[in-house]
Structures are given as C-alpha cells and as structure tokens.
C-alpha cells in the first residue's frame, strides 16, 4: 500500500516543491499555536495567584497570536497556491501522456474523459483543504506535549501515552475500512460506466431489442453500488463513533485526574485551570482527525488514480520517423489477445487501396471495433503489424501518424467550446466555406443555421448541449474537414436519422478516390456501395469481397444485406 510519502515522491518536481513549502508553512502556524496555548499557563498561574494582570505573559501572548493569525493566512495561501500547482502540473502530464497510450489500457484505470472533473480537482483539494488542518492535527498536541513536559511530566507523559494508543487505534479503523472503500469507488466506477453505456447507445439497443437486458445490467451495479456503501457504512460509522468516545474519554480522564490531584494537594487549582485549558488545546485538533482521515483517504485514491494513469507504459514512436509513400493500409497476421489470454483477433490480413471505400461487418462481438483500432494504432498489435503507406505503423513519429489518419468513433471526441472551434481542431485554418462544406457533408449545416447562434453555439462538456445525432454528424464534419488522407469510422450512421443518414452514405461514396476510407457499419445501405466488404467473425476475418459476390456466396452475408440480421459493435 502506497504510504502519502510515497505519492509525494511520485509528484513533479515543482509540485512536490509547492507542497514542502505549504506543509512547512502549516507546521510553523501549528507550533504557534501550541506556544499560544502553552503561554496560557504561565499567565492563568501569575493572574489567579498574585490576583493581577501579568502584562508581561499577556504580551508574549498577544504576539503570539498576532504572529499565528499572520502565518497560518500564508499557510491557507500556500496550500493554494500548492493545490493549483499540483493540479496544473497533473493536467500538464496528462495532456502529454494520454495521447500516447492505448485506450483499452487507460480504460481499465480511469476513464479519460473524467479524470480532470474528478481525480485531478480532488487530488487539487489535498494541499489546499486538507494539509493545513492534517499538520495542525500532528503537531499542535505534539508541542503541547513536549511544552508539558516543563511543566509536569507526569501529565505530559499521560498525554503522550494516550496520543499513541489514539494514533494505533486510527491506523487499525483506517485499515479495516480501506479495503470497503476501494470496493465502492469499483462498484462506483463499473456504475458510471454502465450509465454512460447505456445513454449513448439508446439507439442501437431498442434497434437490437436489447434495451430490456441493458437495463438489467444497469440495475445490478445501481445495487452492487448500494451494497458496497451499506458495507462501509456498517463498518466506518462504528469506529469513527469509536475514535470520537476515545477522545472524549481522554478529556474526562484528563479532567477527573486534575481534580484528583487537587483533592490531594499535589497540584493546586491555579496550574489545575491551566492546564485544563492547555488540555483543551491538545484535544481540540484530535477531534478532527476522523473526518480528516475519511477526506484524506479520498484524495489519496484520486491521486493514485492520476499517478497509475501515469504509469501506464505509452506506445513507442521514433522522434523522427520514417515518411508513408501513400494513404493505403495494410495488415499481416494481426493477432490481440485480452488480459485473461482468450484471442481476441487471430490472423487477420487485409489491403485498402489508396482511395478505395472499405467495409467491416460481422455479428456482435465479432472484434470490429478492435480491429479498427488496432488498424488507427491506438494499440499495438500482439502479434503481426499495421503498415500504413507501406510503412510499419510503429515506425511512425508522432506528428506524421496524428496527421496521415483520422479515426472517429461513437464515443464523442467533443470539447466544451463553440461548433466552430470543435471543426477547426481538424483544420485550424479552415476558411468558413470550408466549414460550410464539412458540414454539408455530414447533414448538419441545416441545423447550424437554424441555432439561434449559428457556428457560435456552444456544444458544452463532452457535446451535452447536442442530442447524440448531432454530436455524431458533427464528429463526421470534422472527419470530413481533416486532410488526412486515411479516414477510420466506427458506426457512422448509428444514430442519424433516415434522411442525415443517406446524405453522410452520399458523401463517404463521394470521398472514394481522394481518401481511402474504411468503415465498421451494420449498416447494409454502406456495405452495398464499398469496393471492399470485409466479414469478422469471432475475431477471424472470414470473407472479403465485393457486396454482389458475397451476397451470392454467403448465407449470413445475405441475410445481413437482406436486413435480417444486426450487427451491434
């Protein structure tokens, strides 16, 4: 289990610097805020026993305080201030790292699209809400302690003795409910993504009569959900109830003990009032620890969350690679295998021309998608190679494979921003006839000039503000607007309406000789018009050929062509 020291040292170098600085900051605000209470004793002692005001420790206390109150505002400015640097110097890693990684890994740790609205903001929150009152929680009964032990030792000794059995006893209730809060934030994550799953396929699951299924499986993790918060209830509130009557016995002992030692006049009522306001200092910050541990706990599984995303190995790429000859695509002998060893892929060798139309069919869970990934490379190939332009897709920098192919998916790829700025992340120079023409191309220039704002109309977080249609017409737009010669699409008239729909089949055929295009679709109006069908089956690829042949050749394939047949990714 990975210690907050460990984190630490996984930070960036700037970050972990902001960090150091707040937490130092934060324990000068603590060890004053000891000296504070420590100088209460002296001047309780001085005014109760010479029955006058003691100026001189009143002072020392004054400036004391003054002092506190100036260094803890800069201690709350430096968590601030480390917070945001924490968060920038996270999304700046990010922004570099996620392009290079394959998607099924990240997936597996996070989903991409969430981890600035969710692990990144509340990693954010650790240096700024929770370091600051974490440091005063350690420090400030610790100097209270050492400052005791001037004053009575064996009082101190007692404090020290019962601050230990508090921090074992925490360490015991953190262990027991760690492992019911990892279940949850599962049974949290495996919840989303069903959610997510079924929102964005609403579609295609009442075309496949598989709504009834999708919401039973929603169900179950809506109550796997709630078992697992039931079980971290049941076992948190109990020893956080616990902890709490622990401190408080603390303070009872504390006091009948004072008392005690008056009765037998081994401490006289003067130091007695002292030290139970002293007292009173040393458990004030041991009633936050609770709460603060809970929080702590939560920020610390978001920031393992951004730090394994980090981890994950990227795809390698030359810094300089070598240069496609043209925008043709070839695969030998692809094969991927899942994380348990099963075959995904077995074998798969297939040719696209240079501007040819292509076309992957086949039944549910056939590997459509994942070929077409594996083909785009956004994961290598367990065996066998993609060659794009004659070229070993490995072999390609960066820079030239972002802008020789351009895959769409029926995830959105949309950013929260105007219509127009989301088309120009295609072509940043793309002149407003060029936009028109895209979006001409994908049947929604329509309903852009319909909107109130026209090209202005913010698409919000992630396209939320569209309905899936049009999130999907204008993912095509900018498919479209791109210059890459090499166009990958999965699905693309999943969620269009009959007429969008003939106009995006219209423009992939018209797209044939300038870009080579392939496409997954179960989508028979698109396979009838490809140079080239490709049937998947079990992750083998069964049959190529023209749609004419393959009808005449092929049962499934006819049925598909016929409509009989569906073919969901």
Same mark, same amino acid.
């Given at each position: 289990m990975k210690t907050l020291l460990d984190r630490f040292r996984s930070l960036p170098v700037d970050c972990r610097y902001e960090i150091r600085q707040a937490a130092l900051w934060a324990g000068g605000a603590a060890v004053l805020?000891?000296?504070?209470?420590?100088?209460?004793?002296p001047l309780l002692e001085t005014w109760v026993t010479e029955g006058e005001v003691p100026w001189r420790?009143?002072?020392?206390?004054?400036?004391?305080?003054?002092?506190?109150a100036l260094i803890l505002y800069l201690a709350a400015r430096r968590g601030y201030l480390a917070g945001g640097r924490l968060a920038f110097g996270l999304v700046r890693r990010l922004v570099s790292h996620l392009p290079r990684l394959a998607p099924p890994a990240l997936r597996k740790v996070a989903a991409p699209e969430g981890l600035l609205r969710g692990p990144v903001l509340q990693s954010m929150g650790m240096p700024a809400h929770l370091l600051g009152p974490l440091v005063s929680a350690v420090?400030?009964?610790?100097?209270?302690?050492?400052?005791?032990?001037?004053?009575?030792? +064996?009082?101190a000794a007692a404090l020290l003795l019962a601050g230990l059995l508090l921090a074992i006893l925490m360490r015991w209730s953190g262990r027991?409910?760690?492992?019911? /809060?990892?279940? =949850?934030?599962? $049974?949290?994550? &495996?919840? $989303?993504?069903?959610?997510?799953?079924f929102a964005q396929h609403q579609a295609l699951l009442r075309a496949s009569g598989r709504a009834g299924p999708?919401? =039973?499986?929603?169900?179950?993790?809506?109550?796997?959900?709630?078992?697992?918060?039931? =079980?971290? *209830?049941?076992?948190?509130?109990?020893?956080?109830? $616990?902890? %709490?009557?622990?401190?408080?016995?603390?303070?009872?002992? @504390? *006091?009948?003990? @004072?008392?005690?030692?008056?009765?037998?006049?081994?401490?006289?009522?003067?130091?007695?009032?002292a030290l139970l306001v002293l007292l009173a200092r040393f458990i004030e910050p041991l009633t936050q620890l609770t709460p603060l541990d809970q929080a702590l706990r939560g920020s610390a599984r978001a920031l393992d969350t951004v730090l394994r995303v980090l981890s994950l190995p990227p795809l390698e790429s030359p810094e300089r690679g070598e240069q496609p000859r043209d925008c043709g695509l070839r695969a030998e002998a692809l094969g991927w295998d899942a994380d348990d060893g099963r075959a995904l892929l077995t074998d798969i060798s297939l040719t696209l021309d240079p501007g040819t139309l292509s076309v992957?069919?086949?039944?549910?869970?056939?590997?459509? %998608?994942?070929?077409?990934?594996?083909?785009?490379?956004?994961?290598?190939?367990?065996?066998?190679?993609?060659? *794009?332009?004659?070229?070993? &897709? +490995?072999?390609?920098?960066?820079?030239?494979?972002?802008?020789? +192919?351009?895959?769409?998916f029926q995830e %959105?790829?949309?950013?929260? @921003?105007?219509?127009?700025?989301? *088309?120009?992340?295609?072509?940043?120079?793309?002149?407003?006839?060029?936009?028109?023409? $895209?979006?001409?191309?994908a049947s929604l220039l329509d309903d852009i000039e319909r909107w109130p704002d026209?090209? /202005?109309?913010?698409v919000g977080p992630g396209g939320a503000l569209l309905s899936g249609g049009q999130r999907q017409r204008l993912c095509l737009a900018r498919a479209f607007l791109s210059p890459a010669p090499l166009l990958l699409l999965d699905e693309p008239t999943a969620s269009l309406d009959a007429f969008s729909e003939r106009r995006v089949i219209h423009s992939l055929a018209a797209s044939r000789g300038s870009r080579t295009v392939l496409v997954v679709t179960h989508n028979p109006a698109v396979a009838r018009m490809a140079d080239q069908v490709l049937v998947l089956d079990k992750g083998r690829l069964r049959l190529r050929g023209r749609h004419d042949a393959l009808s005449r050749r092929d049962d499934w394939y006819a049925r598909f062509a016929g409509g009989a047949v569906t073919c969901e990714v």
């Amino acid at each position: 289990m990975k210690t907050l020291l460990d984190r630490f040292r996984s930070l960036p170098v700037d970050c972990r610097y902001e960090i150091r600085q707040a937490a130092l900051w934060a324990g000068g605000a603590a060890v004053l805020d000891a000296a504070c209470g420590l100088l209460l004793v002296p001047l309780l002692e001085t005014w109760v026993t010479e029955g006058e005001v003691p100026w001189r420790w009143l002072s020392f206390l004054v400036a004391a305080t003054v002092l506190h109150a100036l260094i803890l505002y800069l201690a709350a400015r430096r968590g601030y201030l480390a917070g945001g640097r924490l968060a920038f110097g996270l999304v700046r890693r990010l922004v570099s790292h996620l392009p290079r990684l394959a998607p099924p890994a990240l997936r597996k740790v996070a989903a991409p699209e969430g981890l600035l609205r969710g692990p990144v903001l509340q990693s954010m929150g650790m240096p700024a809400h929770l370091l600051g009152p974490l440091v005063s929680a350690v420090v400030t009964p610790t100097c209270v302690v050492l400052g005791l032990f001037f004053l009575d030792g +064996r009082i101190a000794a007692a404090l020290l003795l019962a601050g230990l059995l508090l921090a074992i006893l925490m360490r015991w209730s953190g262990r027991r409910t760690l492992e019911d /809060e990892a279940a =949850r934030a599962g $049974a949290e994550r &495996a919840f $989303a993504r069903q959610i997510q799953t079924f929102a964005q396929h609403q579609a295609l699951l009442r075309a496949s009569g598989r709504a009834g299924p999708a919401r =039973r499986d929603l169900e179950r993790a809506l109550e796997d959900l709630q078992a697992s918060t039931r =079980r971290l *209830l049941a076992r948190g509130l109990p020893v956080g109830l $616990a902890f %709490s009557l622990a401190v408080q016995a603390l303070c009872l002992l @504390g *006091l009948l003990g @004072g008392a005690w030692m008056v009765t037998h006049q081994s401490l006289d009522g003067a130091r007695l009032l002292a030290l139970l306001v002293l007292l009173a200092r040393f458990i004030e910050p041991l009633t936050q620890l609770t709460p603060l541990d809970q929080a702590l706990r939560g920020s610390a599984r978001a920031l393992d969350t951004v730090l394994r995303v980090l981890s994950l190995p990227p795809l390698e790429s030359p810094e300089r690679g070598e240069q496609p000859r043209d925008c043709g695509l070839r695969a030998e002998a692809l094969g991927w295998d899942a994380d348990d060893g099963r075959a995904l892929l077995t074998d798969i060798s297939l040719t696209l021309d240079p501007g040819t139309l292509s076309v992957i069919v086949g039944p549910t869970g056939a590997g459509k %998608s994942s070929l077409l990934a594996l083909l785009g490379r956004l994961h290598d190939p367990d065996r066998g190679a993609v060659f *794009l332009g004659g070229v070993d &897709a +490995r072999k390609l920098d960066e820079k030239t494979l972002a802008a020789r +192919r351009n895959l769409v998916f029926q995830e %959105s790829g949309l950013f929260h @921003g105007t219509v127009a700025w989301n *088309l120009r992340m295609a072509r940043t120079d793309a002149s407003p006839a060029d936009l028109r023409s $895209a979006a001409e191309l994908a049947s929604l220039l329509d309903d852009i000039e319909r909107w109130p704002d026209g090209w /202005e109309t913010e698409v919000g977080p992630g396209g939320a503000l569209l309905s899936g249609g049009q999130r999907q017409r204008l993912c095509l737009a900018r498919a479209f607007l791109s210059p890459a010669p090499l166009l990958l699409l999965d699905e693309p008239t999943a969620s269009l309406d009959a007429f969008s729909e003939r106009r995006v089949i219209h423009s992939l055929a018209a797209s044939r000789g300038s870009r080579t295009v392939l496409v997954v679709t179960h989508n028979p109006a698109v396979a009838r018009m490809a140079d080239q069908v490709l049937v998947l089956d079990k992750g083998r690829l069964r049959l190529r050929g023209r749609h004419d042949a393959l009808s005449r050749r092929d049962d499934w394939y006819a049925r598909f062509a016929g409509g009989a047949v569906t073919c969901e990714v």
